[in-house]
Structure formats: structure tokens, C-alpha cells
T-cell receptor, first 113, second 116 residues
Framework: GNSVTQMEGPVTLSEEAFLTINCTYT??????LFWYVQYPGEGLQLLLK?????DKGSNKGFEATYRKETTSFHLEKGSVQVSDSAVYFC????????????FGQGTTLQVKP | DTGVSQNPRHKITKRGQNVTFRCDPI?????LYWYRQTLGQGPEFLTY????????KSRLLSDRFSAERPKGSFSTLEIQRTEQGDSAMYLC??????????????FGPGTRLTVL
């Protein structure tokens, strides 16, 4: 079946540190891949997406590259800020036409000044 | 603001009571999705509609759950005879205008249900 696995958190970093949150997936065909973010007290927001192999999604300094050979979609940011503290969810939409999202369990990021 | 609204935002109920939630999606899109998120977990798919037709239901949706989308606009999710295990955040999502259901989705703020 389709599934998403994220690295367990919490991840604690100092401001301006480099961030990597690992995400791997299991899916048949060519899923679309997403990162969503949930800031404290707020709803889920789409952070970035990639819809085909080797695509790079980017937004707000975050990047992730769709790697089909390793079935991965790791999230990276070169220099994190305190305001990046949130829960990050990796997700996929399987190929086909349902459009339903399948999420990982989430990774909490805490950035300290 | 994603343009997706949900009501109520919070609901506290006693075990055994019925509850109903409402979602108003981004207008002029024919798809609407419901998810459930428990504490410390990612959202899990429950069901989705295309216009007024309910096309898929997750195994998570027991017979105590029913969802409707009359006239293909707003949707309601009803839980009958609530159980403590139903306590969760119930999320509604709508694809971006002009996109297919297999593209990005915008989420509402959710309805947090607490069953005592």
C-alpha cells in the first residue's frame, strides 16, 4: 500500500543552523509529493510540492527534491529561524484520480535563539 | 485564510451523544475531502466527494459516521453515539481553484472534538 515515513522528532536546532528532515515513501506509480507545515495554534498549510521525479519544490527558503530512485523527499533549509518552529508533515497523493493525501506522522522542529 | 471554513471550531460532548460538523469549501470546486488528526499524528483520510457523490470511504469511517454534501456545496460530517476514541481534530480540505484533486489541497482550521 501507500505510506510515508518521516524521521522522528523533536528536532532541536539553534538559529541559523542547517535543517534536514528525512522523508521516504512507498507508492506505486508516480505519486505527487508534498510538505505541509502546522505552526502552533494554526491550521495545516502547504509548504511546497513536487509532482514528478527530479522536480524540486521550494518556498520560504525550504527545498525538497523528488528522488524516485531512493523514494525520498527530504526537506532542507540552509538557515533556520525561530519562526520556523512548527510541525512538518510529508505527504503524497498516489497516482490516479482520487486526490486523497497520505501523511507521515509529522516531525516537530524547535529552533532556539 | 485558505478560504475553507469549518464550524464549530470546538465541540465538547458526552459519550453517546451525536455531533455534526460543517465544512464550507473553496467555492466552485467539485471536490471536498475529510481527514481526522489525532494528537501527535498526521491527518488520516476519511472520505471525499466529487460534487454531491461520495466516492470513497476509509475503513476508519465506521457505520456511526456519515457524511453528506447536498447540492455539491458545503458538507456535513455526523458522528452518532460518540465514543472517547472519536476525540480528534476533524479537517476539511478543498483543492485549489482550477486544479484537479490530485494537486495541492487547502485545509480548513478544523473542528476539535472532545468526547468526555
Amino acid at each position: 500500500g501507500n505510506s510515508v515515513t518521516q524521521m522522528e522528532g523533536p528536532v532541536t536546532l539553534s538559529e541559523e543552523a542547517f535543517l534536514t528532515i528525512n522523508c521516504t515513501y512507498t507508492a506505486t506509480g508516480y505519486p505527487s509529493l508534498f510538505w505541509y507545515v502546522q505552526y502552533p495554534g494554526e491550521g495545516l498549510q502547504l509548504l511546497l510540492k513536487a509532482t514528478k521525479a527530479d522536480d524540486k519544490g521550494s518556498n520560504k527558503g525550504f527545498e525538497a527534491t523528488y528522488r524516485k530512485e531512493t523514494t525520498s523527499f527530504h526537506l532542507e533549509k540552509g538557515s533556520v529561524q525561530v519562526s520556523d518552529s512548527a510541525v512538518y508533515f510529508c505527504a503524497l497523493i498516489p497516482s490516479g484520480n482520487t486526490g486523497k493525501l497520505i501523511f507521515g506522522q509529522g516531525t516537530t522542529l524547535q529552533v532556539k535563539p | 485564510d485558505t478560504g475553507v471554513s469549518q464550524n464549530p471550531r470546538h465541540k465538547i460532548t458526552k459519550r453517546g451523544q451525536n455531533v455534526t460538523f460543517r465544512c464550507d469549501p473553496i467555492s466552485e470546486h467539485n471536490r471536498l475531502y475529510w481527514y481526522r488528526q489525532t494528537l501527535g499524528q498526521g491527518p488520516e483520510f476519511l472520505t471525499y466527494f466529487q460534487n454531491e457523490a461520495q466516492l470513497e470511504k476509509s475503513r476508519l469511517l465506521s457505520d456511526r459516521f456519515s457524511a453528506e454534501r447536498p447540492k455539491g456545496s458545503f458538507s456535513t460530517l455526523e458522528i452518532q453515539r460518540t465514543e472517547q476514541g472519536d476525540s480528534a481534530m476533524y479537517l476539511c480540505a478543498s483543492p485549489a481553484p482550477g486544479t484537479g484533486g490530485y494537486n495541492e489541497q487547502f485545509f480548513g482550521p478544523g473542528t476539535r472534538l472532545t468526547v468526555l
